[in-house]
């Protein structure tokens, strides 16, 4: 067993849905609802308790059809209520306009806790600086290649190192997932930790949606921030290579990612045995 693997924690014998976290998504624009689809499976995937979408009311059928064990919320502001989840991620699907700037800076306004960052959510954020102030220590952030130059670019004097990254975790108290082959893991007060597993197939549309789920799914369930990066990398990652092996590199797309989940976990489950 891997030191990675060490951090998974088994489910109690006497175990029901309420120790394991409810956790809200935030995702799926016009157009985009897939996204929010992908990150709720792998959420569920991923041992959450309760997973709740907040959607545009456009989305609500597709959600329910596609994820009927999902909980639809929607939101225009920003969704209200945000002391019952026990951890929230925002951006998969959610486009970057004035109207998700509003409602990102009233979440973060009204959301004191940490959160996860993905895909728009990191873009509008590194449109906005001043949101970086805004930002909850321990927060977790999960940018490919573009969206970390942007993000970086946005703290001011960074670039694309990895001596940057972990600056910018420092300075913000957060949690960078550079994603790639391979994953950078910087954390306030760490040395980075770089992760290989993944494989060249997962550049590939919804591949992110799925780490945010996963990364949903953990810290709903009460995993440290830090531990949750990185075992949540592993775990995305040993899913799409089994995936890869199966599929091929060239063929295999971020559902099959979902759907080679519960291999990685049901090996995690044997290892602590």
Known sequence: MTDIEKLFRPRAVDAHKGIFGHGLLIGGSYGMAGAAVLGARAALR??????SVAIPPENISIIQTSVPEAIMKIYDTYPKNLEKYSAIAVGPGISANERIFSM?????????????FDADAINVIAAEPSLLSLITAGSIFTPHAKE????????EKFDATLKSQQAFSDRFGCIVIKKGVPNT????????????????????????????????????????AYNAAVL????????????AAALSQTSM???DIV??????????????V
């Open 46 to 51: 991923s041992g959450i308790g309760l997973v």
């Open 104 to 116: 990102l800076q009233s979440l973060l306004k009204n959301n004191p806790r940490p959160m996860i």
């Open 148 to 155: 970390y130059e942007r993000l970086m670019t946005a703290a």
């Open 185 to 224: 893991v910087t954390a306030p007060n760490r040395e980075p930790t770089i992760i290989k597993t993944g494989n060249s197939g997962m550049a590939t549309a919804g591949s992110g949606d799925v780490l945010t789920g996963i990364l949903l799914g953990l810290t709903a369930q009460d995993y440290s």
């Open 232 to 243: 949540g990398v592993y775990i995305h990652g040993t899913a799409g290579n089994l995936a």
């Open 253 to 255: 797309t971020a559902s």
């Open 259 to 272: 759907a080679y989940l519960p291999q990685v976990f049901l090996q995690l489950e044997k290892n602590i």
